[in-house]
């Protein structure tokens, strides 16, 4: 029998686990992550939306585990591009994952489009799972615009380039702490965690 009292932030990507973390640190569960557990085989990520990406890891992590876990498939949609590189954000420059060819790959091709058609947003889905099924899904979006040159250094992968207009900073710019309010993870994870909350009580 899975352990409900523990959830598993099931992600690699050090950024996303830290902000998932601190925005769920007060939620009445253990929090866990990947290096809690022996290496385990990483899931096919191959649906065409992040909602579907989110359902598959979670649920791929819980089985594995035993445990609650909570996923996410997030990334950067632009307008210009079609919504590229969207479901294919971390792999956007070939499957090394690097943050750096990612944005220069971004940059490139949006070198003909004028600064004020460069509209974008970050998407993120959600997935809470137990090892028999997908308990709770929940997604969040935050608008912006692409901008050449990268600023800031708190964040990760395409946050130097994403320019907030309402805020007037890029991503990477803003603080944790404002970042945790307002990202489109946050919002997700703001939007989920009720559901997380009613199936704990449900399950005392």
Same mark, same amino acid.
């Given at each position: 029998m899975?352990?409900?009292r523990k959830l598993?932030?099931?992600?690699?990507?050090?950024?996303?686990?830290? #902000?998932m973390r601190?925005?769920?640190?007060?939620l009445?569960v253990?929090?866990?992550?990947?290096?809690?557990?022996?290496p385990?085989?990483?899931?096919?990520?191959n649906?065409?939306?992040?909602?579907?990406?989110a359902?598959?890891?979670?649920?791929?992590?819980?089985?594995?585990t035993?445990?609650?876990?909570?996923?996410?498939?997030?990334?950067?949609v632009?307008?210009a591009l079609n919504?590229a590189?969207?479901?294919?954000?971390?792999?956007?420059?070939?499957m090394?994952c690097?943050?750096?060819?990612?944005?220069?790959?971004l940059?490139a091709?949006l070198?003909?489009?004028d #600064?004020?058609?460069r509209?974008a947003?970050?998407?993120?889905?959600i997935a809470?799972a137990?090892?028999?099924e997908?308990?709770?899904?929940?997604?969040?979006?935050?608008?912006?615009v692409?901008?050449d040159?990268?600023?800031?250094?708190?964040?990760f992968g395409?946050?130097?380039h994403?320019?907030?207009?309402?805020?007037g900073?890029?991503?990477? #710019?803003?603080?944790? #702490?404002?970042?945790?309010?307002?990202?489109?993870r946050a919002?997700?994870l703001?939007a989920?965690?009720p559901?997380?909350?009613?199936?704990?009580?449900?399950?005392?």
């Amino acid at each position: 029998m899975s352990d409900h009292r523990k959830l598993l932030i099931a992600t690699s990507n050090r950024g996303k686990a830290r #902000e998932m973390r601190a925005i769920l640190s007060d939620l009445a569960v253990t929090l866990l992550s990947l290096a809690d557990f022996p290496p385990l085989v990483e899931p096919v990520e191959n649906a065409d939306t992040f909602e579907g990406n989110a359902r598959t890891k979670a649920i791929h992590y819980a089985r594995l585990t035993n445990t609650w876990s909570l996923a996410d498939d997030s990334g950067l949609v632009v307008d210009a591009l079609n919504g590229a590189p969207g479901v294919k954000s971390a792999r956007y420059a070939g499957m090394q994952c690097d943050a750096a060819a990612n944005n220069a790959k971004l940059i490139a091709a949006l070198a003909d489009i004028d #600064e004020d058609k460069r509209q974008a947003r970050f998407c993120c889905a959600i997935a809470v799972a137990s090892p028999t099924e997908v308990l709770a899904v929940a997604s969040g979006t935050v608008e912006g615009v692409i901008v050449d040159d990268p600023v800031g250094h708190n964040g990760f992968g395409y946050d130097p380039h994403f320019f907030m207009p309402a805020q007037g900073q890029t991503a990477a #710019e803003l603080s944790p #702490e404002v970042k945790n309010s307002i990202s489109h993870r946050a919002r997700a994870l703001q939007a989920i965690r009720p559901r997380i909350e009613e199936l704990l009580s449900s399950h005392t």
